[in-house]
């Protein structure tokens, strides 16, 4: 398990929603189909995917996923990124490819 402060860092991601302070990340998922998202991922993971609609931040509510984590520069909408903040999900962004930054998370909280 890591702070997701570090994972932030380490991995040079651009926070667009901010969730409380002092989180740890215990665990990942990447995943594009919701359903399967709601069924495989754990409470407090990160969370890589391409989806950056608001749906997104419902399943991280229901399933307490605390980041989530798009790849390859792509950005979140405003209403996305507004709903988060009520929720206090983390919203990241990443230059990288999901493959970079998946084997990075890995690296880092295994």
Do not use: C
């Not at 860092?9 to 990340?25: F, H, Q, T, V, Y």
């Not at 391409?50 to 390859?72: D, M, R, S």
């Amino acid at each position: 398990k890591m702070k997701l402060e570090k994972i932030i860092k380490d991995l040079n991601l651009r926070i667009i929603s901010a969730g409380s302070d002092d989180i740890e990340i215990i665990n990942g998922n990447i995943g594009d189909l919701l359903s399967e998202v709601m069924r495989t991922a754990k409470p407090d993971s990160a969370w890589i995917t391409y989806q950056t609609h608001q749906n997104i931040v419902a399943v991280a509510e229901v399933v307490g996923i605390k980041a989530i984590i798009i790849p390859y520069g792509l950005h979140y909408s405003e209403d996305t990124a507004e709903k988060a903040r009520e929720h206090g999900i983390y919203l990241l962004e990443s230059d990288e490819t999901a493959f970079a930054v998946s084997g990075k998370l890995y690296g880092l909280i295994s």
